[in-house]
């Protein structure tokens, strides 16, 4: 392909006439046959004794269980989350479509100011030209957001600790700040074990990159396949392992993982309910249950008000250590609101986003009202529900919008419900399992 302008890529037309992209299938695919293949190479050196730590130590395994694949105008990125000990589970996979790399990185929606730790302009010829930029093993934070990041997130302290820092200083205090700048038709980038924070107005924003990758969508799944073999050579290290192991590090990489994906813009409700399953430590902790049942399928047996609903069907059910049942439903970090209520002390009301959510909550309730199904649920999931003592927990927004004093003065006149935010969920979690404590030990 001969060199376009930089105005080209940015408008995408010139090169998608020009060349045969990539389908988001193929990348999934070869995305998913590259790890495979690495997992397999860094099993298969690890039971002929070629790994092991810096001081002598075994090294301990852990792998991530989750691809997340996404879908962009000009480039396809992907990134790995979690992890977990053998015996290693197929590789789950979960794909979403973003409107660009800015909500890739999780940035905010105003104008990067000039300073900042990594630029990326648009190329002036095709992106075939080398394999891209690799960051790895770093943290990126503005000097000015060291307090707020603290706040939001005690757990990154630990991050902080293993990665070299590029602090940047002299960032003006309100201006949005973008730890990595990136012009669409900038060349594609491999992010390794690595921390960037955006800020704006005082709000930060944290994305943590155990294991991902931005390429164009002009590649070739064979071109793409290289590059990855090449980046990821495990003679060099196993780089696709978290830095932090045992239960105490997959708990912190855990909250870690779901501090970054609530910072994606329209990461989708599915996404967040699908990882929470997949790390259900976090819920257990968060909510102090011995277990959690995953989107049950409940049907109505008796008194359903609507006859064109035949089912309910909870994000989870999760159970104390009495066996008791409750509800947990999860919306979205509703990046796009600066607060989850609306109208003064008075009158103050729940967004539409949060009233919903609390009304799906209530029919849940009406469902349990009738002992026909908590019979039905005792039956087929060994599990009791008492109806004047059932927890009913909305799950939604974050830091960035929740109010505690708002939230409670607008539920005045609605049924108690337990509104929780996302930052919140994280915090209990960690506290709950000590894990905090480890980082604020150091």
Known sequence: MQCADAQGWRSGASWRRLVKEMSFDAFVAASQRSINRYRRLVIDAAQHGMLARPDGRRFDLEFPPVLIAYKMPTYFAAELVGAVPPPFPPLVIIRRSLPGPRAF??????APQSTTAFRFEAQQCDLDDGNGVVISGVAMVSARDREAVDSRYPELREHQHQRATIEVQHTIEGETFSPIYYEEGAQPIWLDNTLSISSSAGAVRARYFQGAWMVPRTWSAARFTAAFEERHDFQDGVRLHPALTGKKGRE??????LASLLVVDRVGETT?????????????????????IPQPLLPWLAGNPDPDEKAIQPDFLFVDADGRGHICEMKLPLLDKASLTTGRRRRRDLIKPVRDGVAQLANYNEYFSHPAHRDYLAERFAVTIDPQDLRLVLVVGSNENFRPQEVH???RMLKPVEILDFDSLRSLALLATGALAQVWNR
């Open 272 to 292: 967040i309910t699908r990882f929470l399953e997949l790390n259900d430590g976090l819920l257990r902790s968060a909510l102090a249950a011995d277990r959690i």
């Open 105 to 110: 990185l999780g940035q905010f929606s105003g």
């Open 409 to 411: 003065e607008a539920q």
């Open 252 to 257: 912190l990489l855990s909250a870690a993982n």
